[in-house]
Nanobody, 121 residues
């Protein structure tokens, strides 16, 4: 019932910034928790950040705390990931995820197609 489409990825230099967007379609967007995950070549998908349906609760992986900010605009059915002070280690395909009644995990019900983020040194 929910479709997710990511955008905003690209190539940036270390120390730069990038903002990812995840546009959702479907009537249940405002009732689901949203999150971002990433997957580097040859590695497993890992958690990056998540936000509750109300926006009141936010969780971040230790590796991105203080640098990344997750937010959502339910009126626009969009979730954002503002990434600052980017490092080469942040290079990965970033995926938007959504789930009902709980924060999303790697077993989330809904997933976007992914957007590539490459950070050069």
């Amino acid at each position: 019932q929910v479709q997710l489409v990511e955008s905003g990825g690209g190539l940036v230099q270390a120390g730069g910034s990038l903002r990812l967007s995840c546009a959702a379609s479907g009537r249940t967007f405002s009732s689901v928790a949203m999150g971002w995950f990433r997957q580097a070549p040859g590695k497993e998908r890992e958690f990056v950040a998540a936000i509750s349906w109300s926006g009141g609760n936010r969780n971040y992986a230790d590796s991105v705390k203080g640098r990344f900010t997750i937010s959502r605009d339910n009126a626009k059915s969009t979730v954002y990931l503002q990434m600052n002070s980017l490092k080469p280690e942040d290079t990965a395909v970033y995926y938007c995820a959504a789930d009902s009644n709980r924060m999303p995990t790697t077993q989330a019900k809904y997933w976007g197609q992914g957007t590539q983020v490459t950070v050069s040194s």
